[in-house]
């Protein structure tokens, strides 16, 4: 039977929110916040500072064989708050008559809390990706204020880099985002923290310790980067490091991009193709990764084709996009833990959503008024014939707000990967129906 009052928070719980370490810390973060604001805004030529509020709520109706739903039952709700500030400063360095130092600062506030939080895991259907917590980063730039079996309250810096930059030559160190590829719906070629397929938060990507320089040369640029990580003992290596080159040019109305890189001790090379094809645009990534210790290749890659065109005198837009997973299994076995490691590893990593090999995406939008714009995404699994749908309506009454209302619902049986991944024999995650409502103001 399903526990009436598993949903009441004690008053001690609503106190420690007010308490002592709590307020500490947040004045510890704001003070610092302010003074590299103010400190940013007395050397800079111009200071600008930024906000985003943001709410997103959601109910899930899970089926039988799911495991929260044997924990905690039916229907389960989700709630998570942020306020994200944002801080950017330039200025010229003395003596330096070409060249530009700019300063970039995101502090974030977050809550999360509701009957999902304890499970989630890449399996279930992924609304939003707040970072939680800096354990693999370089630095820990991560405090958790107030954490509970299913609430966490944090602040974070998500952004916190310098960048020195000449006409054709860029610096940039610090946590920053980089973002690779061409993919809609998959990313097989952005190794630094993809978002969800169903993700619908993507105003702002997680951040890494990254140092990137960027050199341009006419029509081509290349990058160099190097993200530090710690391994699980909190020791900084060069197994669990990233090292990547990335070539870009231009070719009339074509772009080309190779890269090439050295990823968690495994080897990564990718090729870009983007170009018009008709009335529509055609981009395809594909990449081959060699793992440690292992000749073989893995070859992944997608290839999409998308079109903006005017239906009954409203602005449409339409893509198409295959997905073929290299790490993927035919088949689904019947427990997650028999999947195979290089597999898993992608899962936790959060470099990988999806188990099998191959998928096709399908999305439009369509702007019914000014303020109103309606969306959907279909993605098929191509191997056991599950799918899932999402669809939202998205609502700006002003500048500065969003409403969002949507759902994601599963067109599968249990067993299959949209309607129910395996978990263990009998138990399933995923899967089901979930409505959300999402609320952001920015100024």
Request: hydrophobic share 40%; net charge neutral; glycine share 10%.
């Amino acid at each position: 039977m399903r526990r009436s009052t598993r949903r009441l928070v004690a008053p001690s719980k609503c106190w420690r929110w007010l308490g002592y370490s709590a307020l500490r810390n947040l004045g510890l973060v704001g003070l610092s916040l302010a003074g590299v604001t103010a400190s940013l805004s007395a050397a800079a030529d111009g200071a600008e500072i930024k906000a985003r509020l943001k709410w997103l709520s959601s109910a899930a109706s899970l089926p039988a064989e799911d495991v929260l739903r044997r924990q905690d039952g039916t229907p389960a709700y989700d709630h998570s708050g942020s306020l994200r500030v944002l801080a950017r400063a330039e200025a010229e360095p003395p003596g330096d008559g070409e060249g530009q130092l700019r300063f970039s600062v995101d502090y974030s506030l977050a809550w999360l809390s509701g009957d999902s939080f304890t499970f989630a895991n890449a399996l279930q259907q992924t609304l939003e990706q707040v970072p939680t917590e800096d354990a693999t980063r370089l630095l820990n730039l991560t405090w958790v204020i107030d954490d509970g079996r299913r609430h966490r309250a944090l602040h974070r810096l998500d952004r916190f880099a310098v960048e020195y930059r000449r006409p054709n030559l860029a610096i940039t160190l610090g946590r920053q985002v980089v973002s690779w590829g061409s993919g809609r719906v998959f990313q097989p070629m952005d190794l630094f923290n993809p978002f969800a397929p169903t993700t619908i938060d993507r105003d702002y990507k997680p951040g890494d310790d990254i140092a990137l320089v960027e050199r341009r040369f006419g029509n081509q640029d290349m990058q160099f980067l190097y993200v530090a990580r710690r391994d699980r003992g909190g020791d900084v290596e060069d197994d669990v490091a990233s090292y990547a080159l990335k070539w870009h040019g231009l070719f009339g109305g074509h772009e080309v991009e190779a890269v090439a890189a050295r990823h968690y001790a495994d080897d990564f090379l990718g090729l870009t193709l983007r170009m018009p094809l008709g009335p529509t645009v055609f981009r395809t990534d594909v990449t081959g990764t060699r793992l440690d210790g292992d000749d073989t290749w893995r070859v992944s890659g997608i290839a999409n084709v998308d079109l903006a065109f005017d239906l009954f005198g409203r602005s449409a837009f339409a893509f198409l996009e295959y997905f073929h997973n290299g790490f993927g299994v035919s088949e689904l076995p019947a427990s997650q833990g028999d999947l195979p490691s290089p597999l898993l590893a992608r899962l936790g990593r959060g470099e990988l959503f999806n188990m099998q090999r191959d998928y096709l995406a399908f999305g439009a939008s369509l702007q019914w008024h000014p303020l109103w714009t309606q969306s959907l995404t279909v993605i098929s699994n191509l191997n056991d014939g599950s799918s899932l749908l999402q669809t939202s309506v998205n609502y700006e009454p002003s500048d500065f707000t969003r409403m969002q209302a949507g759902f994601t619902t599963a067109l599968g049986s249990a067993g299959k990967e949209f309607g129910g991944a395996p978990v263990a024999p009998g138990v399933t995650s995923g899967g089901g129906t979930r409505g959300f409502l999402r609320f952001v103001y920015f100024r």
